[in-house]
């Protein structure tokens, strides 16, 4: 079974400050996710990367896949407080069609 | 047009019963995968459905069985309700090799 370790787990930081969240493993998938998920609410998509070595940029967040595609990052820069919610970030299996592979979640708090 | 709908949204359930949740994909879509969230944790991987056939399988007992209809529609069926079964389980749709859309969830309580 394939891992996807997250970290931190849990990272509670100040308005404007910037931060990295990392998704880990010993596994190549053939692409990568990130996922927000509010309270009572499913997750919802915010990027997909591909190739190694990509960087997507959204706004004020900035993701990479790394070069052997087994690993991620994801930083926020000047965080607000509507960054606040659980990442999630989830890798697709080659063997798979569609089975995705779920790391444990990063449970971000801004404070104003 | 109608996201992923999933019903119920929450129910409470005792040890030994059984329970049946579900989902109605997205407008288009022909591909049902479930996934549990437990608290505090990010969703595994149950089972997808495509064609009305169970398609991918993730580590979960015989306990936990599923269907999917003509129409594309699915449900999740858990039998013999363990404690250890209450988490929000998730429905998502997609076409069978595209994105995944994400319902709200059912948070399933088994006291």
């Known amino acids: 079974t394939q891992l996807l370790e997250q970290s931190p787990q849990f990272l509670s930081i100040q308005e404007g400050e910037n931060l990295t969240v990392y998704c880990n493993s010993s596994?190549?998938?053939?692409?990568l996710q990130w996922y927000r998920q509010e309270p009572g609410e499913g997750p919802v998509l915010l990027v997909t990367?591909?190739?190694?070595?990509e960087v997507k940029k959204l706004k004020r967040l900035t993701f990479q896949f790394g070069d052997a595609r087994k690993d991620s990052s994801l930083h926020i820069t000047a965080a607000q407080p509507g960054d606040t919610g659980l990442y999630l970030c989830?890798?697709?299996?080659?063997?798979?069609?569609?089975?995705?592979?779920f790391g444990q979640g990063t449970r971000l708090t801004i404070n104003p | 047009d109608a996201g992923v709908t999933q019903s119920p949204t929450h129910l409470i359930k005792t040890r030994g019963q059984q329970v049946t949740l579900r989902c109605s994909p997205k407008?288009?879509?022909?591909?049902v995968s479930w996934y549990q969230q437990a608290l505090g944790q990010g969703p595994q991987f149950i089972f997808q459905?495509?064609?009305?056939?169970?398609?991918q399988r993730g580590n979960f007992p015989d306990r936990f069985s599923g269907h999917q209809f003509p129409n594309y529609s699915s449900e999740l069926n858990v039998n013999a309700l363990l404690l250890g079964d209450s988490a929000l389980y998730l429905c998502?749709?997609?076409?069978?090799?595209?994105?995944?859309?994400f319902g709200e969830g059912s948070r399933l309580t088994v006291l």
């Open positions: 998502a749709s997609s076409l069978y090799t595209g994105e995944l859309f």
């Open positions: 596994s190549v998938f053939s692409s």
């Open positions: 990367v591909v190739t190694g070595g």
């Open positions: 989830a890798g697709r299996e080659i063997q798979g069609a569609q089975k995705l592979v």
């Open positions: 407008s288009g879509h022909d591909t």
């Open positions: 459905y495509y064609e009305e056939e169970e398609r």
